[in-house]
């Protein structure tokens, strides 16, 4: 086989990349280690920041999004006795969507496959090859395919989408130049249940026995999260200890959870990690495979469009122009969000976490967030970073 970008992960970022790239004339092939229906059904973010929305309308997958996506036009910060809103339009003029990644996803196979561009799930033992750092050879992705057949896709460019745990970051020419890493004492224990919100917007409550989160993923579905320890055994927690938690930690008078049957829990660990850099030869990295952040700021997704939107236009125009300099700067570019995000979401995540029962960190923690709520810079910088910055393109 052969096209001009290669791109291995059929997650948000490898779909969205594909499908810009289809409208600007690029031709591209989309591999997939994993099911459809497994990739379909993965359940990940749902908070979809201005940009991101934005970019899934310009590229022809965002009339599901408008029709069925939830607009928030802010959060709640909450401590124990206390719940304060901060409202985003007010502080930066803009909102996020909730929409769930799976969702995203979903509309992106779907409009791929519409259109008949090529998408293989199933494809194993993918290998990248001849992605030298000179770019003297045409680089190629050899895998195994559905029926086991061996292939070799040849390319003028290969785009790594494939997560954290995927092939492609070990496959630069270089190697890694550097990684950053910092791994964080507790995870999440992540609960989707069959019952509407107790709330309009989502709640980020502190509360001495561990952060917690209401959100929700439609007007019947909820979405929460509990903070416990990273080696927590899933089958200690029951759907009443669940609810009973969850009941304790987001408390306040005159307030009501509802509670219902629980479809789904997992416990998520919770780390941050940078890898640079994000391009070597005729290879190029995007979403997880190059960066990881705690959900606690909401920029998993968010900072894959980002990756994307830098990616596609510069892809456009070393291939359609034979323009360069977009390619060039493209790592040092899509670094520089990384790091804001990455920072924003180790300091949300700080801020609302609890790490013992050390008195004085409480109160330090309390602080800040009573200085958040309280103070319009405070407030408005947390808005900024969470509704997200202006793409760069």
Known sequence: MRTQVGIIGAGPAGLLLGQLLAAAGIDAVVLENRSRAYVEARIRAGVLEQGTVDLLRDAGVGDRLAREGLRHDGIHLQWPGERH???????????????????????????RLAADLPL???????????ADSAGTAA????????????????????????????I????????????????????WLGVLADVPPSTDELIYAWHPRGFALHSMRSPT???????VDPAEDIAAWSDDRIWGELST??????????????????????????SAPMRSGRLFLAGDAAHIVPPTGAKGLNL?????????????????????????????RALRRVWRSTHFSWWMTSMLHTAGDDPFDHELQLSQLRYTASSRAAAASLAENYVGLPLAR
């Not at 930690?249 to 780390?271: F, I, Y």
Request: charged content about 25%; overall charge negative; some cysteine.
């Open 168 to 187: 492609s970051r070990a496959a630069l020419p270089t190697g890694p130049a550097r990684t950053w890493e910092r791994t964080y004492p507790y995870a």
């Open 139 to 166: 680089p190629a992705v050899t895998f195994t395919d559905a029926a086991g057949r061996p292939q070799r896709l040849d390319c003028d460019v290969v785009v790594g989408a494939d997560g954290f745990h995927g």
């Open 304 to 332: 894959a469009a980002a990756d994307v939107a830098l990616l596609s236009d510069a892809l456009v125009d070393l291939l359609g122009k034979g323009d360069a300099r977009g390619v060039d700067s493209y790592s040092e």
């Open 221 to 227: 579905v909820s979405r929460f999260y509990l903070q």
């Open 120 to 130: 293989h799930f199933e494809a194993r033992d993918t290998a990248v090859r001849d």
């Open 85 to 111: 809103r901060l409202d985003f339009p007010e502080l930066t003029g803009r909102a996020v969507w909730i929409y769930g990644q799976t969702e995203v996803v979903k509309d992106l196979i779907a409009a």
């Open 249 to 274: 930690r987001l408390a306040l008078d005159g307030w009501t959870l509802r509670t219902g049957p629980v479809l789904e829990k997992s416990v998520l660990p919770m780390r941050s990690f940078v």
